[in-house]
T-cell receptor, first 113, second 116 residues
Framework: AQSVTQLDSQVPVFEEAPVELRCNYSSSVSVYLFWYVQYPNQGLQLLLK??????LVKGINGFEAEFNKSQTSFHLRKPSVHISDTAEYFC???????????FGKGTKLSVKP | DTEVTQTPKHLVMGMTNKKSLKCEQH?????MYWYKQKAKKPPELMFV?????LSINESVPSRFSPECPNSPLLNLHLHALQPEDSALYLC??????WGQGNEKLFFGSGTQLSVL
């Protein structure tokens, strides 16, 4: 079975500061890894995904993530955050053979002026 | 058109009511999903349809009844719900469920359901 652990439930940060949201996964099979963002009262939007190939993945809104197989991690980073990045961020995993996602518990990013 | 449209956006119902949630996509996707999201929790998978056939039922109580009359449409019929069923219900779709094409899910904005 696959599982996802997001180590931080809340991350407060000042505007223009860098941020890292941590995600670790466990799986006995190859998986795909994802980061989704959810703004208040909205659905989920895909930020980026890792399927295979280069371990550094660039996504929308200036976010990037690095897949580290030895540490089973897929941490999300942004060098300079904006107020508009305030949202809930979910790390997710899926088996390559099936499309359903298993989500971590989420990290609430709060960007303060 | 890369949208998944859910209606209604908000729904309040009593425990004896029957209501339906609707979801629609026009991307030609053959896999459709229902997720349930309680406040401050991650989404949890309820059902998956692939080519209009139910592929996954995550042991959901029978008071939730999904229906996929054709691939662009997905319904969730609700009957005799409990207050603890109050949540955001999210619909999603992907090109395929099995194999290539399943790696990107498109989510709707959800239906916020309150059961009184």
């Amino acid at each position: 079975a696959q599982s996802v652990t997001q180590l931080d439930s809340q991350v407060p940060v000042f505007e223009e500061a860098p941020v890292e949201l941590r995600c670790n996964y466990s799986s006995s099979v190859s998986v795909y890894l994802f980061w989704y963002v959810q703004y208040p009262n909205q659905g989920l939007q895909l930020l980026l995904k890792y399927l295979s190939g280069s371990t550094l993945v660039k996504g929308i809104n200036g976010f990037e993530a690095e897949f580290n197989k030895s540490q089973t991690s897929f941490h999300l980073r942004k060098p300079s955050v904006h107020i508009s990045d305030t949202a809930e961020y979910f790390c997710a995993v899926s088996r390559g053979s099936q499309g359903n996602l298993i989500f971590g518990k989420g990290t609430k990013l709060s960007v303060k002026p | 058109d890369t949208e998944v449209t859910q209606t209604p956006k908000h729904l309040v119902m009593g425990m004896t009511n029957k209501k339906s949630l609707k979801c629609e996509q026009h991307m030609g996707h053959r896999a459709m999903y229902w997720y349930k999201q309680k406040a401050k929790k991650p989404p949890e998978l309820m059902f998956v349809y692939s080519y209009e056939k139910l592929s996954i039922n995550e042991s959901v109580p029978s008071r939730f009844s999904p229906e996929c009359p054709n691939s662009p449409l997905l319904n969730l019929h609700l009957h005799a719900l409990q207050p603890e069923d109050s949540a955001l219900y999210l619909c999603a779709s992907s090109q395929e469920f099995w194999g290539q094409g399943n790696e990107k899910l498109f989510f709707g904005s959800g239906t916020q359901l309150s059961v009184l």
